[in-house]
């Protein structure tokens, strides 16, 4: 029923910036609670950032200052904005959500996100 698709990655070096997006299609995209997710070759996946349907806003302590999350419900997309990016953010970026009463997890097909030393 839902689906999500990233888009926005690429090649950055040290220091710099990059916005990530993400576009979703069915359910209701206003009442879930959506989250960014990365993983780097040999490691586990890991929770990046959160945000609520009520927009409040959780971070992994790695990121935290240097990332921001948003949403756009009318769009139905949620974003993440990186700064000062540094090479131990390289990791395929994914977006995803569990809607409350559903088990299911849905995942995005993920975004390369290289930052250069």
């Known amino acids: 029923q839902i689906q999500v698709v990233e888009f926005g990655g690429g090649l950055v070096q040290a220091g710099g910036s990059l916005r990530l997006s993400c576009a979703a299609s069915g359910g209701i995209f206003s009442a879930y609670t959506m989250d960014w997710y990365r993983q780097a070759p040999g490691k586990e996946r890991e929770l990046v950032a959160v945000?609520?349907?009520?927009?409040?806003?959780t971070y992994a302590d790695s990121v935290k200052g240097r990332f921001t999350i948003s949403r756009d419900n009318a769009k139905k997309t949620v974003s993440l904005q990186m700064t000062s990016l540094k090479p131990e953010d390289t990791a395929v970026y994914y977006c995803?959500?569990?809607?409350?009463?559903?088990?299911?997890?849905?995942w995005g097909q993920g975004t390369q996100v290289t930052v250069s030393s």
């Open positions: 945000i609520t349907r009520v927009y409040t806003t």
């Open positions: 995803h959500t569990q809607p409350v009463g559903d088990g299911v997890h849905y």
